[in-house]
């Protein structure tokens, strides 16, 4: 993780934001009236359905016979930082040969990705099995969209057992890292369909946004999501409360009331956001349920399948 740091210091954030894209897809869980934007209208009816937590399914390359979670909505063209994986789990197959799972190195690294901008250092249970598939619809059907409102972010959280302290302080990974102008579009132009951006978004702000993320900029131009993105600090709190938050799902955070008062908290002192979010990472970090599992010798692939039969794009 140093080394990845030292070669590219947006890698950290990139790594970190691995863990949350593999935990949260997938777990059992029972659906009651989402939003249909990110869970889509089947699920407007309750059902059950079992999915897996924690388990290196994230990392699984696409093969001919399965389309796996890099493809979904909230991934493709987003996460990054894959090579690091690669790399931390080359040389733990060096030393400790089928012993350290690739699920467990998602949770180690993000934790050493926080420690290592700045921020909280904590312990963590090891002893994860990695996923013998992964599966793009369940991907699509519960990763939140950066549109969400605070209301379906609590809701999505509380199917984890995660509190709204807990969604508010798992919010500040936002601390360190980009986004891309893709995911604010709507906010400068056409916020709720008005044609018009935002009003939560403070004016000189808006105008900084507007320069980085004009109409028909490439949409892939990033855009930090704080004043400090590569420190891991409380800035991003600061940023709510000024009406500077990047994504409209983190803004929504202060302009809630249900939220709001956690976001000033967390801004006016960084010891407690330090401590709820180490709390948050533990909790988000034990979503397992119990499965066939293995321990990779190479994340991108199940054990025993061939690399070649792997599909490129």
Known sequence: MKKAMIREPRSLASVMRLQFHDCFVNVLYKSVQFHDYFVHEFLLKPAFVLIQGC??????????????????????NSLRSFEVVDEIKEALEDACPSTVS????????ARDAVALSGGPDWEVRLGRKDSLTASQQDSDNIMPSPRADATSLINLFAQFNLSVKDLVALSG??????????????????QSGSGKPDPAIEPE????????CPLGVDEN?????DA??????NQFFKDLVGG???????????TSRRTRPYVRVFSKDQDEFFKAFVEG???????????PGEIRTNCRVVNGRPVDVLMSY
């Open 205 to 212: 702000f808006r105008e900084k946004l507007n320069q980085l």
């Open 221 to 225: 131009v990033t855009g930090p999501l």
């Open 173 to 190: 990974s936002h601390s360190i890292g980009k986004a891309r102008c893709f995911s604010i579009m709507f906010r400068l132009y056409n």
């Open 281 to 291: 990472m533990l909790k988000m970090g034990e979503l397992q349920v119990e499965q």
């Open 55 to 76: 388990d290196g399914s994230l990392l699984l390359d696409d093969t001919a016979d399965m389309v796996g979670e890099k493809q979904a909505l909230s991934n493709i």
């Open 102 to 109: 690739c699920a467990d190195i998602l949770v180690l690294a």
């Open 228 to 233: 400090t993105p590569r420190v891991f600090d």
């Open 244 to 254: 500077r938050g990047f994504l409209n799902s983190d803004q929504t955070l202060f």
